[in-house]
């Protein structure tokens, strides 16, 4: 038996959108670096971008269970001698919950230019609004 390897060829992507409405935030993080990598499809080959195209609509009503709006925090650093700020992450849902969401993707897909080029196919939005209707996304339910 061969082992099948996915070349640029013959790779399909679907759209899909994923409602973070009253879910977890990791969670549906998790599930969007799951379908970006192509895990989900039986021609997942580690080393190719096989994933699909990730639109994540109501990300400013995700929520955070425990404690972690207060005891978490985004941390980013200038560059600079004390240049460390950090953000509760109460502040980050208020003002930029579609960067939180993709934060949290970036940091479950590989560091690396595959990485980046899994990134370009999500599209994160705080609202139920998206420009990517001509596509018809299928909707997946967590």
């Not at 973070?20 to 670096?33: D, T």
């Not at 021609?43 to 699909?52: F, K, L």
């Not at 897909?109 to 609202?127: C, E, I, Q």
Request: aromatic share 8%.
């Amino acid at each position: 038996m061969k082992t099948f390897m996915a070349n640029a060829g013959n790779i399909t992507r679907k759209w899909y959108i994923i409602d973070a409405a009253g879910q977890p935030l990791g969670r549906v993080a998790s599930k969007a670096a799951f379908m970006l990598q192509g895990k989900h499809k039986p021609t997942y080959t580690p080393h190719v971008d096989t994933g699909d195209h990730i639109i994540i609509i109501n990300c400013a009503q995700a929520v955070l269970t425990g404690h972690k709006l207060d005891q978490k925090f985004y941390h980013h650093h200038s560059g600079y001698v004390g240049g460390l700020k950090s953000i509760p992450y109460r502040q980050l849902m208020q003002k930029k919950a579609d960067f939180a969401m993709s934060e949290a993707v970036r940091g479950m897909v590989p560091h690396t230019r595959l990485g980046r080029a899994m990134m370009k196919k999500l599209r994160v939005y705080n609202d139920a609004n998206h420009l990517q209707e001509a596509q018809m996304p299928e909707v997946i339910t967590l």
